[in-house]
């Protein structure tokens, strides 16, 4: 069975802002291997156009290496959007989701094939309540902004975490590998 593993960048105070972090050439690498060992990952709308950013550098390279490779690995990867008011996707690897998440995602999980990442803070909020989240990433960057989205914001029921391994990086920033018991 696929696992579903949520990987997202917070600040220390625990807010999902990526206007407040600076992701560095190695965060890049990391996330660039970490998408090349996946199947697919979901996005929420709002992720979804946000990342979009990544197409114009497959198109116009920025000339930073980690950046640009880091643009090949989200551009490959197949991408479900969940959204209300998508009517299509304009990135070849990207399509809308044909059913609700928690039918979607048991779906996802029972074929055969790579881990399913999710990159949307409002799909781990509603995996982590459908009890349907295995491991939680959380690179947490070494700023606080004392306002924003908390990325644990209605999160209906007490989850209990087990820390697996952490990885720091050198600008600061510390990855928390958590798996989720299930409830």
């Known amino acids: 069975m696929r696992k579903v593993i949520a990987a997202i960048n917070m600040t220390l105070d625990g807010f999902c802002d990526h206007t407040a972090i600076s992701p560095d050439e190695e965060i890049h690498r990391h996330y660039e291997e970490l998408l090349n060992k996946g199947g697919v ?8 156009q946000l990342m979009q950013f990544w197409q114009e ?5 920025s000339g930073e290496k980690s950046m640009d490779d880091f643009a090949k690995s989200i551009d490959s990867i197949p ?5 209300n008011t998508l009517q299509n996707t304009d990135w070849n690897s990207a399509t809308l989701a044909d059913q ?4 979607k995602v048991l779906a996802l ?4 094939g790579k881990d399913i990442f ?3 803070r409002s799909l781990i909020i509603q995996l982590i309540n459908l009890n ?3 491991e939680l990433q959380l690179c947490i960057h070494p700023v606080i902004v004392g306002n924003g989205l908390p990325l644990f914001e209605n999160i209906s029921d007490r989850t209990a975490l087990k820390l697996r391994e952490t990885k720091a990086f ?4 510390i990855i928390h590998y958590y798996e989720i018991a299930h409830k």
């Open 41 to 48: 990952i979901l996005y929420g709308r709002i992720t979804y």
């Open 79 to 83: 991408k479900i959007v969940f959204s």
């Open 57 to 61: 550098l497959i198109k116009n390279p």
């Open 118 to 120: 999710v990159g949307s």
């Open 109 to 112: 999980k029972q074929q055969a």
């Open 132 to 134: 349907l989240l295995d």
């Open 170 to 173: 050198s600008g600061g920033g």
């Open 100 to 103: 609700p998440i928690k039918e």
